[in-house]
Protein backbone atom coordinates (compact mmCIF):
# COMPACT_ATOMS: atom_id res chain seq x y z
CA UNK A 1 0.00 0.00 0.00
CA UNK A 2 1.85 3.39 -1.16
CA UNK A 3 0.69 6.46 0.07
CA UNK A 4 1.02 8.36 -3.13
CA UNK A 5 -1.14 5.83 -5.11
CA UNK A 6 -3.95 6.19 -1.93
CA UNK A 7 -6.76 9.10 -1.48
CA UNK A 8 -7.09 10.68 1.87
CA UNK A 9 -10.06 8.84 2.92
CA UNK A 10 -8.38 5.71 2.29
CA UNK A 11 -4.92 6.80 4.79
CA UNK A 12 -7.83 8.01 7.32
CA UNK A 13 -9.22 4.24 7.14
CA UNK A 14 -5.91 2.76 7.22
CA UNK A 15 -4.96 5.14 10.37
CA UNK A 16 -8.44 3.31 12.59
CA UNK A 17 -5.87 0.23 12.03
CA UNK A 18 -2.09 1.12 12.11
CA UNK A 19 -0.64 3.83 12.95
CA UNK A 20 2.95 3.02 11.72
CA UNK A 21 4.69 4.29 8.01
CA UNK A 22 7.70 3.00 5.74
CA UNK A 23 9.90 5.58 4.52
CA UNK A 24 12.60 4.24 1.86
CA UNK A 25 15.78 6.78 2.46
CA UNK A 26 18.99 6.32 0.12
CA UNK A 27 21.24 8.58 -2.36
CA UNK A 28 21.64 9.42 -5.78
CA UNK A 29 25.73 9.24 -5.83
CA UNK A 30 28.18 7.01 -8.17
CA UNK A 31 28.37 3.53 -7.59
CA UNK A 32 31.43 2.39 -9.43
CA UNK A 33 31.85 2.12 -13.12
CA UNK A 34 28.66 -0.46 -13.06
CA UNK A 35 26.60 0.48 -10.36
CA UNK A 36 23.49 2.86 -10.83
CA UNK A 37 23.86 6.03 -9.67
CA UNK A 38 20.05 5.21 -8.26
CA UNK A 39 21.45 2.40 -6.13
CA UNK A 40 21.02 3.23 -2.73
CA UNK A 41 17.33 4.66 -3.24
CA UNK A 42 16.34 1.79 -5.79
CA UNK A 43 17.52 -1.18 -3.24
CA UNK A 44 15.66 0.55 -0.09
CA UNK A 45 12.45 1.41 -2.47
CA UNK A 46 12.48 -2.22 -3.51
CA UNK A 47 12.67 -3.58 0.51
CA UNK A 48 10.54 -1.27 1.86
CA UNK A 49 7.64 -2.13 -1.09
CA UNK A 50 8.12 -5.69 -0.09
CA UNK A 51 8.02 -5.29 3.93
CA UNK A 52 4.53 -3.20 3.11
CA UNK A 53 2.91 -6.40 0.90
CA UNK A 54 4.23 -8.43 4.04
CA UNK A 55 3.18 -6.67 6.43
CA UNK A 56 0.15 -4.21 5.20
CA UNK A 57 1.93 -1.56 6.15
CA UNK A 58 1.84 2.39 4.05
CA UNK A 59 4.81 2.95 2.71
CA UNK A 60 5.28 6.47 1.80
CA UNK A 61 7.70 8.30 -1.37
CA UNK A 62 11.30 7.78 -1.50
CA UNK A 63 13.85 9.99 -0.40
CA UNK A 64 15.80 9.86 -3.21
CA UNK A 65 18.65 12.22 -1.92
CA UNK A 66 20.71 11.91 0.92
CA UNK A 67 23.99 12.60 2.64
CA UNK A 68 26.63 11.95 0.05
CA UNK A 69 28.82 14.79 -0.15
CA UNK A 70 31.77 12.91 -0.12
CA UNK A 71 30.60 11.67 -3.73
CA UNK A 72 30.34 14.61 -5.35
CA UNK A 73 33.42 14.90 -7.56
CA UNK A 74 32.03 12.22 -9.49
CA UNK A 75 29.26 13.12 -12.31
CA UNK A 76 25.89 12.63 -11.30
CA UNK A 77 26.67 12.54 -7.82
CA UNK A 78 23.57 14.75 -5.50
CA UNK A 79 23.66 15.35 -1.45
CA UNK A 80 21.69 17.27 0.99
CA UNK A 81 23.92 18.52 3.56
CA UNK A 82 23.50 17.35 7.25
CA UNK A 83 21.23 20.20 8.23
CA UNK A 84 19.19 20.12 4.77
CA UNK A 85 18.44 16.20 5.40
CA UNK A 86 17.03 16.94 9.57
CA UNK A 87 15.09 19.17 8.21
CA UNK A 88 13.54 17.41 5.44
CA UNK A 89 12.78 14.46 7.67
CA UNK A 90 11.31 16.75 10.95
CA UNK A 91 9.00 18.18 7.49
CA UNK A 92 7.99 14.46 6.35
CA UNK A 93 6.36 13.25 9.83
CA UNK A 94 5.56 16.90 11.52
CA UNK A 95 2.08 16.77 9.37
CA UNK A 96 1.88 13.04 9.47
CA UNK A 97 2.34 13.44 13.36
CA UNK A 98 -0.66 15.40 13.38
CA UNK A 99 -2.64 13.10 11.58
CA UNK A 100 -2.12 10.22 14.14
CA UNK A 101 0.74 8.60 12.83
CA UNK A 102 3.40 7.44 15.47
CA UNK A 103 5.76 5.41 14.10
CA UNK A 104 8.24 6.09 11.38
CA UNK A 105 10.22 2.99 10.00
CA UNK A 106 13.02 4.26 7.96
CA UNK A 107 14.59 1.72 5.09
CA UNK A 108 17.39 3.05 4.66
CA UNK A 109 20.18 2.29 1.63
CA UNK A 110 22.86 4.24 2.42
CA UNK A 111 25.54 4.40 5.45
CA UNK A 112 26.27 7.99 4.90
CA UNK A 113 22.54 8.93 5.99
CA UNK A 114 22.99 7.19 9.35
CA UNK A 115 24.64 9.83 11.92
CA UNK A 116 21.88 12.31 10.31
CA UNK A 117 18.77 10.10 10.73
CA UNK A 118 20.11 9.34 14.11
CA UNK A 119 20.13 13.09 14.36
CA UNK A 120 17.17 14.35 12.68
CA UNK A 121 15.20 11.59 14.92
CA UNK A 122 16.32 13.41 17.93
CA UNK A 123 15.97 17.02 16.72
CA UNK A 124 12.02 15.89 15.27
CA UNK A 125 11.47 14.57 19.16
CA UNK A 126 11.89 17.90 20.51
CA UNK A 127 10.47 19.74 18.03
CA UNK A 128 7.08 18.36 17.75
CA UNK A 129 7.21 18.46 21.84
CA UNK A 130 7.34 21.88 21.05
CA UNK A 131 4.77 22.39 19.18
CA UNK A 132 2.11 20.59 21.29
CA UNK A 133 1.03 18.42 18.81
CA UNK A 134 -1.15 16.11 20.12
CA UNK A 135 0.69 12.41 20.82
CA UNK A 136 4.09 13.91 20.44
CA UNK A 137 5.62 12.12 23.34
CA UNK A 138 3.82 8.30 21.37
CA UNK A 139 6.08 9.32 18.31
CA UNK A 140 8.84 6.80 17.46
CA UNK A 141 11.33 6.73 14.85
CA UNK A 142 13.72 3.49 13.60
CA UNK A 143 16.14 3.59 11.68
CA UNK A 144 16.75 -0.07 9.63
CA UNK A 145 19.86 -0.36 7.46
CA UNK A 146 18.77 -3.49 5.27
CA UNK A 147 22.13 -4.15 4.39
CA UNK A 148 23.26 -4.54 7.62
CA UNK A 149 20.24 -7.31 8.14
CA UNK A 150 22.43 -10.61 10.15
CA UNK A 151 20.70 -12.42 6.81
CA UNK A 152 21.68 -10.44 4.51
CA UNK A 153 24.97 -10.12 5.76
CA UNK A 154 25.27 -13.55 5.91
CA UNK A 155 24.53 -14.02 2.52
CA UNK A 156 26.65 -11.94 1.42
CA UNK A 157 29.58 -13.34 3.09
CA UNK A 158 28.81 -16.50 1.43
CA UNK A 159 28.40 -15.42 -2.30
CA UNK A 160 31.21 -12.68 -2.24
CA UNK A 161 33.54 -13.31 0.87
CA UNK A 162 36.14 -10.59 1.53
CA UNK A 163 35.02 -8.68 -2.26
CA UNK A 164 31.97 -7.75 -0.79
CA UNK A 165 33.55 -4.22 0.28
CA UNK A 166 31.64 -1.38 1.73
CA UNK A 167 30.99 0.60 -1.36
CA UNK A 168 29.67 -0.17 -4.71
CA UNK A 169 29.21 -3.84 -3.14
CA UNK A 170 28.16 -6.67 -5.01
CA UNK A 171 25.16 -7.12 -3.12
CA UNK A 172 23.80 -3.92 -3.29
CA UNK A 173 24.46 -4.13 -7.73
CA UNK A 174 22.70 -7.06 -7.66
CA UNK A 175 19.47 -5.84 -5.55
CA UNK A 176 19.42 -3.13 -8.69
CA UNK A 177 20.24 -6.29 -10.89
CA UNK A 178 17.28 -8.21 -10.01
CA UNK A 179 14.67 -4.78 -9.27
CA UNK A 180 15.74 -3.17 -12.88
CA UNK A 181 17.22 -6.09 -15.39
CA UNK A 182 16.90 -3.68 -18.27
CA UNK A 183 19.95 -1.53 -16.98
CA UNK A 184 22.05 -3.80 -16.09
CA UNK A 185 25.90 -2.02 -17.16
CA UNK A 186 29.13 -3.92 -17.80
CA UNK A 187 32.86 -2.30 -17.71
CA UNK A 188 36.23 -3.66 -17.44
CA UNK A 189 36.84 -3.48 -13.48
CA UNK A 190 41.04 -2.50 -12.65
CA UNK A 191 41.93 -3.74 -10.48
CA UNK A 192 39.69 -6.36 -10.09
CA UNK A 193 38.78 -6.05 -6.39
CA UNK A 194 38.76 -2.10 -5.53
CA UNK A 195 41.16 -0.64 -3.00
CA UNK A 196 39.99 -0.22 1.01
CA UNK A 197 41.46 1.11 3.90
CA UNK A 198 41.75 5.01 3.41
CA UNK A 199 39.22 7.34 5.62
CA UNK A 200 36.91 9.72 4.03
CA UNK A 201 37.26 12.73 3.87
CA UNK A 202 36.18 15.36 1.34
CA UNK A 203 35.17 14.58 -1.93
CA UNK A 204 38.29 15.45 -3.88
CA UNK A 205 39.72 13.13 -1.44
CA UNK A 206 37.86 10.19 -1.71
CA UNK A 207 38.34 10.28 -5.74
CA UNK A 208 41.96 10.27 -4.93
CA UNK A 209 42.48 7.25 -2.96
CA UNK A 210 39.20 5.43 -5.14
CA UNK A 211 39.47 6.55 -8.31
CA UNK A 212 36.61 4.70 -9.97
CA UNK A 213 34.17 5.05 -6.96
CA UNK A 214 34.57 1.17 -5.67
CA UNK A 215 35.81 0.53 -2.23
CA UNK A 216 37.24 -2.90 -1.62
CA UNK A 217 34.38 -4.42 -3.94
CA UNK A 218 34.14 -6.78 -6.76
CA UNK A 219 30.84 -5.78 -8.42
CA UNK A 220 30.73 -8.32 -11.39
CA UNK A 221 30.13 -11.21 -9.03
CA UNK A 222 27.06 -9.56 -8.69
CA UNK A 223 23.96 -11.39 -10.56
CA UNK A 224 20.35 -10.91 -10.80
CA UNK A 225 19.76 -14.26 -8.87
CA UNK A 226 21.53 -13.31 -6.12
CA UNK A 227 19.73 -10.01 -5.90
CA UNK A 228 16.44 -12.17 -5.64
CA UNK A 229 18.42 -14.18 -2.55
CA UNK A 230 19.18 -11.05 -0.96
CA UNK A 231 15.76 -9.24 -1.24
CA UNK A 232 14.23 -12.09 0.02
CA UNK A 233 16.48 -12.40 3.35
CA UNK A 234 15.63 -8.72 3.62
CA UNK A 235 11.96 -8.38 3.40
CA UNK A 236 11.92 -11.45 5.60
CA UNK A 237 13.94 -9.84 8.54
CA UNK A 238 12.67 -6.37 8.26
CA UNK A 239 8.89 -7.45 8.12
CA UNK A 240 10.05 -9.34 11.49
CA UNK A 241 11.48 -6.51 12.81
CA UNK A 242 8.72 -3.53 11.43
CA UNK A 243 5.70 -5.51 13.34
CA UNK A 244 8.12 -6.00 16.01
CA UNK A 245 8.55 -2.02 16.15
CA UNK A 246 4.42 -1.28 15.71
CA UNK A 247 3.66 -3.26 18.32
CA UNK A 248 6.22 -1.31 20.86
CA UNK A 249 4.31 0.72 23.37
Same mark, same amino acid.
Given at each position: ????????????? +???????????????????? $????????????? *?????? @?? $?? &??????????? /??????????????????? =?????? *???? !????? $????????????? &???? /? !???? $??????? #????? !???????????????? %? +??? !?? @?? +???? @?????????? /????? =???? =?????????????????????????????????????? #???? @???????? =? &???????????? %? /???
Amino acid at each position: MELQLCTWPEVEA +YLMRSQGIIFPIGSTEQHGP $TGLIGTDAICAEA *IAVGVG @EQ $TG &ALVGPTINVGM /ALHHTAFPGSISLRPSTLI =ALIQDY *IKPL !ARAGF $TRFYFVNGHGGNM &ATLK /A !AFSE $TYATLAD #LNITG !ADQVRCQLANWFMCRS %V +YTL !AK @EL +YGDQ @EGSHATPSEV /ALTQY =AYPD =AIKSATLEPQVAPSGHRIYGAADFRRFYPDGRMGSNPD #LATP @EHGKRLYD =A &AVKEMSNDYLKF %V /AKD
